[in-house]
């Protein structure tokens, strides 16, 4: 975040904490609404960021807090996130390149985070176990720091024994251009132009759409709260409660099942 902050504030290495304003950070927050994030995760970022600078005033580097009058985002509470139908993900499907395809697939199976997808590599694959490891690198830290392994299932397996035989980079999955995959890059080139073709375009629609959606089936098909909260990495159940949403359709079949007279 901090590294994040820097770059898109433009702030170079000589500048002194002191010389921080407002208006920078105001940007680098401008950002993150820009890159349609959901409104906790842009707090988390801001709250860092006051967090850090009052360590500064609290050692006597600072007199005043430059983020302290910067706005949290409104979060929405109770409104279950979205998740696609199986039509929705077959019509989107038709209109993805196939290296899209993959990754789609690949995370509706597995449910990786975005960056835990970027930082995959084939080492992080045990082709005997059938399992994937989810781990950190000098370069990457798992959300919650929830390191974990999840089974292969047997159409990701086929899949992936298929694209070891062309792909040529360390890592699973990779950008058009061979480079470490940008979630902000493969939802404006690719996967908004193809959810807005099939109408199943929505605020927030991203990779991490299939993320929720892979979770979402767990639910649905009756898998325990534990088990869903292991495989995604949650380091809470409280977060994985709001998965175990039912789509309206689940929801109906589930009433109408009910015989007692």
């Keep these: 975040i901090i590294?994040?902050?820097?770059?898109?504030?433009?702030?170079?290495?000589?500048?002194?904490?002191?010389?921080?304003?407002?208006?920078?950070?105001e940007k680098y927050i401008a950002s993150l609404d820009a890159r349609i994030l959901a409104p906790k995760t842009i707090n988390n970022s801001l709250i860092l960021l006051r967090s850090l600078f009052n360590r500064?005033?609290?050692?006597?580097?600072?007199?005043?807090?430059?983020?302290?009058?910067?706005?949290?985002?409104?979060?929405?509470?109770?409104?279950?996130?979205?998740?696609?139908?199986?039509?929705?993900?077959?019509?989107?499907?038709?209109?993805?390149?196939?290296?899209?395809?993959?990754?789609?697939?690949?995370?509706?199976?597995?449910?990786l985070r975005i960056q835990e997808l970027s930082h995959l590599t084939w080492n992080d694959i045990d082709f005997k176990r059938k399992l994937i490891y989810v781990r950190e690198k000098p370069d990457f830290k798992i959300k919650d720091s929830q390191e974990?392994?999840?089974?292969?299932?047997?159409?990701?397996?086929?899949?992936?024994?298929?694209?070891?035989?062309?792909?040529?980079?360390?890592?699973?999955?990779?950008?058009?251009?061979?480079?470490?995959?940008?979630?902000?890059?493969?939802?404006?080139?690719?996967?908004?132009?193809?959810?807005?073709?099939?109408?199943?375009?929505?605020?927030?629609?991203?990779?991490?759409?299939?993320?929720?959606?892979?979770?979402?089936y767990l639910a649905m098909a009756g898998v325990d709260i534990e088990t869903i909260r292991d495989l995604a990495g949650h380091e809470s159940l409280v977060t994985t409660q709001k998965y175990m949403h039912l789509s309206p359709k689940h929801r109906n079949r589930a009433i109408a099942s009910i015989k007692i007279f």
């Design 56 to 111: 500064a005033i609290e050692h006597g580097y600072l007199y005043k807090n430059p983020a302290k009058i910067v706005k949290l985002r409104k979060v929405t509470k109770g409104k279950f996130p979205r998740f696609l139908e199986k039509t929705e993900i077959r019509k989107l499907l038709k209109f993805c390149t196939p290296r899209i395809q993959k990754m789609v697939i690949f995370i509706l199976h597995t449910f």
């Design 148 to 216: 974990r392994n999840i089974p292969i299932h047997p159409k990701i397996l086929k899949m992936l024994i298929e694209m070891k035989k062309t792909v040529k980079s360390k890592y699973v999955f990779t950008s058009s251009a061979g480079k470490i995959i940008s979630d902000d890059n493969e939802r404006k080139r690719y996967l908004t132009p193809a959810a807005k073709k099939v109408g199943v375009y929505f605020k927030g629609f991203g990779l991490h759409t299939f993320r929720h959606t892979g979770l979402s």
């Design 3 to 25: 590294e994040n902050f820097l770059k898109i504030a433009e702030i170079p290495p000589t500048m002194k904490m002191v010389e921080i304003q407002t208006e920078m950070i």
